[in-house]
């Protein structure tokens, strides 16, 4: 089987084309490399994939379908799409919208736009996000849920993609699949992420930002059991692509307050954190809580990773990577 995954030198992106990858996959890794966090990073990422057989690399900007194509070149016959590539960051979308609109819209439009024309038209597995959901204050958040108040311009950008997806699959017969992913991290994380944040910060001696507060909870969710739901994803919608559904929820199902987050990373640094105490930013939600019954009955999800087991993991590697 050939995967394409698009946005293979984020965070994300990565982990999963090295899982397809070692589940057997040929894959066709495809990056930019923005500048929008460090490129060392996304750059570090890339060198680790380099070093399977399997895997071939091409940059390009999903978003203009000439780079697209020509990242494909001759995997045209592509069995399965894994689209990751996106603008990412919540706040960054107050100050920078244009961005959102260009990857996670426009992006959309020309990866599906190269499905019509592919051989096979392979199904799409791409990924959206919890913050679809805005300030919904019914929880666990459900797929059900009515979904028509994003807070932010990255969630309105990505309820845009899902529904851009159920109108390519009404009119073009395109399978294909989302994912709302709840605050994912691990590894080769986000540096704008909080779990880099923080345990770069308190290793410091430097102060945290800490919003609402403190009066807030996220579905902390560690990378290998998001991993685990795309393959499930993946493997789904290649076996049975119409009984899949529109959207899954990946998330931990177990929100964690932010100040005993803060304690768990403290404990993995051996630092207490300087604690700076902030509102809320316009564009945050307060809490995120992820049901998670559809993805465990239809993709076998089954999140194991707990926070107190995930965050020293991180701080391990990061302390490795950052050579402290």
């Known amino acids: 089987m050939k995967a394409i995954v698009t946005g293979a030198a984020g965070f994300i992106g990565f982990h999963v084309a090295r899982r397809l990858a070692k589940e057997g996959f040929e894959v066709v890794a495809i990056d930019n490399l923005n500048d929008y966090y460090q490129v060392a ?11 399977q057989h399997n895997i071939r690399f091409a940059r390009a900007n999903i978003a203009r379908p000439e780079e697209l194509r020509a990242a494909i070149g001759a995997d045209m016959d592509a069995d399965v799409i894994v689209h990751l590539a996106a603008q990412a960051g919540v706040r960054y979308s107050v100050e ?25 038209q392979p199904p799409v597995v791409y990924a959206s996000s919890s913050s679809v959901y805005g300030a919904n204050t019914k929880v666990p958040f459900s797929e059900s849920d ?12 990505k309820r845009s993609a899902e529904l851009l997806a159920y109108s390519y699959s009404h009119v073009h017969k395109i399978a ?3 994912l709302r992913f709840f605050t994912v991290y691990g590894p080769y994380g986000r540096p704008d992420m909080a779990p880099w944040l923080f345990t770069d910060a308190i290793s410091k001696g430097e102060p945290i930002k800490v919003y609402n507060h403190g ?15 795309v393959l499930g994803a993946v493997n789904r919608i290649l076996s049975n692509p119409a009984e899949t559904a529109p959207v899954y929820n990946l998330g931990n199902n177990n929100p964690v307050a932010l100040l005993r987050f803060i304690e768990i990373i403290e404990q993995a640094v051996g630092r207490e954190a300087v604690k700076k105490f902030e509102p809320m930013p316009p564009a945050d939600v307060e809490r995120t809580y992820a049901d998670i019954e559809l993805a465990t009955r239809d993709l076998g999800f089954c999140p194991k990773t707990t926070l107190e087991e995930g965050i020293p993991l991180f701080v391990e590697w990061f302390r490795g990577y950052n050579g402290r």
Request: proline residues 6%; charged residues 20%; without cysteine.
């Open 41 to 51: 990073l996304k750059e570090t990422r890339r060198s680790a994939l380099d070093g």
């Open 96 to 120: 920078n919208p244009a961005a959102y609109v260009d990857a996670n819209v426009h992006g959309q439009v020309t990866v599906f736009e190269q499905v019509r024309v592919m051989p096979k």
């Open 146 to 157: 009515p979904v028509n108040n994003p807070v932010s311009v990255y969630a309105a950008t």
């Open 176 to 178: 294909s699949t989302g």
């Open 215 to 229: 009066k807030m909870a996220r579905d902390f969710t560690f990378i290998d059991d998001i991993v685990s739901g």
